[in-house]
């Protein structure tokens, strides 16, 4: 079974996805993407960049890049309470400045990638998290979700020792619901029995749910006085307050999105971090970029990763977790279902 210890930069081998090449044009105007391209556009969502999770992953394809391909870029961080209107003028900022390609990080920026995008056909566009824009220039860059957190309910099932774990998402919405359906599917086929706490941030991005690491502790706090000894965050920034909460505890956090373990900001509390259910996000920026920048076909149509091409997983850095025999059969056989279709894994 193929273990992520990291996010491998080109990890999804986007020749084996679904997707729709088009041929990169140019154009008679600088608006609409002409000559060279200034490199890459980076938009980052909710809690920016530094969250050691979701836009970090973002960051990383986005260096990597940068570093391969000889090419600018520019990234540029969210602001608190923007509208639809201020994610619009940022992208059109990034076209009419000669990026190319531009990625909004995250769902909301799906008006904004949709408006923009028309606007400027010859350049293209990606987004994360979202598969509504339907157009030649956009990849909708989208992911399983749900069947890493089946492994992770999996490991969580096979690691608690009150058969009482924790699940914390940033906001109520279908994505986040597809973190708990997985993870709540993955601990049952262990323990039918097991208890398991959850509980959303907030309704709205708006109000913090993805950038609120005291939320996120306040949260986790609650459900380990509870009684859980493993919890699962999928909240972006707020994340980290989870993490905080267990390691005060001492007892395990599962981290998201990026390994955490590995976090350099998160290395006080990497020792109570046991895996992270992982999304390579890194690599789909990175896939983007070279198909624009080195190949000059630029990717487009729905890009979604999974347990069967490496887009999604479960993380083994952590010693512990690694090295239990029982806990890695375990995921093996849960992987291997997963991907050969015995278990179909719920998204809601």
């Known amino acids: 079974m193929r273990r992520v210890s990291r996010i491998a930069v080109a990890g999804v081998a986007t020749a084996a996805l679904a997707v729709t090449v088009s041929a990169c044009g140019s154009s008679s105007t600088s608006s609409s993407g002409s000559g060279k ?187 380990i006085e509870a009684g859980a000894d493993v919890v699962y965050q999928a909240a972006g920034l707020s994340g980290q307050g989870v993490i905080k909460s267990a390691a005060g505890h001492k007892v395990w956090a599962i981290g998201v999105d990026s390994d955490q373990y590995l976090q350099g900001a998160l290395g006080q509390y990497k020792d109570h971090i046991l895996t992270s259910a992982t999304k390579n996000v890194e690599g789909a920026v990175y896939e983007l970029a070279k198909s624009v920048l080195k190949d000059k076909k630029p990717l487009s149509g729905e890009i979604r990763g999974a347990l069967d091409n490496g887009g999604v997983g479960i993380a083994d850095s952590n010693p512990v977790f690694k090295n239990n025999a029982a806990l890695q059969a375990a995921l093996k056989k849960a992987e291997d279902g997963i991907k050969n279709g015995s278990i179909t894994v719920k998204t809601s």
């Open 37 to 223: 391209s200034k490199g890459i556009g980076l938009a980052y969502d909710v809690g920016g960049k530094g969250d050691q999770s979701f836009n970090d992953a973002a960051y990383a394809g986005f260096q990597k890049a940068e570093k391969d391909f000889g090419a600018g870029g520019r990234d540029i961080e969210p602001q608190d309470g923007e509208s639809d209107a201020d994610k619009v003028q940022r992208l059109d900022t990034l076209a009419k400045q000669g990026y190319n390609p531009i990625i909004g990080v995250g769902y909301a920026y799906a008006p904004a990638v949709k408006e923009v995008s028309a606007k400027y056909p010859k350049v293209s566009f990606g987004i994360i998290d979202d598969e509504t824009i339907k157009a030649d220039n956009v990849a909708d860059m989208v992911f399983h979700e749900e069947q890493s957190s089946y492994l992770a309910g999996v490991a969580a099932a096979m690691t608690t020792k009150k058969d009482h774990i924790g699940f914390v998402g940033g906001v109520d919405n279908p994505l986040i619901h597809k973190f708990e359906a997985g993870y709540v599917q993955g601990a049952q086929s262990v323990n039918p029995k097991i208890k398991i706490e959850k509980q959303y941030l907030t309704e709205t991005a708006a109000e913090g749910g993805f950038s609120s690491p005291d939320k996120g502790e306040n949260a986790a706090d609650g459900q």
